[in-house]
């Protein structure tokens, strides 16, 4: 490729499509990685999708839930993200995030333990809240984010919660003036 003169136009070469004015952008792959451009100069989701940062899945809640399971196995839902497909060699980081979890005063003391679950399945607790006096009511935002290598194949993760003596709530809203912002589940390629 003929080199470019700074604000000389010129057509782009073969093999190239031209972005803007006067800056060819060759279109196939090369040894060192150049990415497949198509034909509007965008980067093929391929090639995005392997990009740290790259984000599969974004799912957000607006509405409080109401946390009164006692078994993990049993936890009630907040947020499931839309199904993913790993390669089986992708590490991924799931970030949960919630306005605020309410746990209610309880005399024998009060926790909700938020758990992330892949297909259904339990595979850890991501933290919890609890209140060991029972003399308190507590409210906090809650941001918790985990990274692990992905198994190969369709997944679908989720963020369940359960409660220990008392009704425990994940608030959320649509925002403005008066509401909480949104909570979300998000997965993206590390």
Do not use: W
């Not at 990415?35 to 790259?54: C, H, I, T």
């Not at 949960?96 to 259904?120: H, M, R, W």
């Amino acid at each position: 490729m003929p080199p470019i003169r700074v604000g000389t136009p010129q057509a782009p070469p073969a093999g190239a499509h031209q972005i803007g004015y006067g800056f060819p952008v060759v279109t196939t792959p090369t040894p060192g990685g150049v990415p497949r451009l198509d034909g509007n100069g965008q980067m093929s989701a391929s090639f995005l999708r392997k990009q740290a940062g790259y984000q599969f899945a974004y799912q957000e809640f607006t509405s409080p839930v109401t946390i009164s399971a006692t078994a993990s196995g049993s936890a009630d839902t907040i947020v499931t993200a839309p199904k993913i497909t790993t390669d089986g060699f992708e590490t991924i980081r799931i970030e949960f995030y919630a306005p605020e979890i309410l746990i209610t005063q309880n005399a024998s003391g009060n926790a909700c333990k938020v758990y992330l679950f892949e297909d259904g399945s339990v595979i850890g607790e991501l933290g919890r809240i609890r209140d060991d006096s029972g003399n308190n009511q507590i409210s906090a935002p809650f941001n918790v984010a985990r990274q692990f290598l992905s198994a190969k194949g369709d997944r679908t993760y989720s963020v369940r919660a359960i409660r220990s003596n008392a009704n425990a709530t994940v608030n959320a809203g649509a925002g403005g003036s008066t509401n909480f912002m949104p909570g979300f589940l998000r997965i993206v390629r590390v």
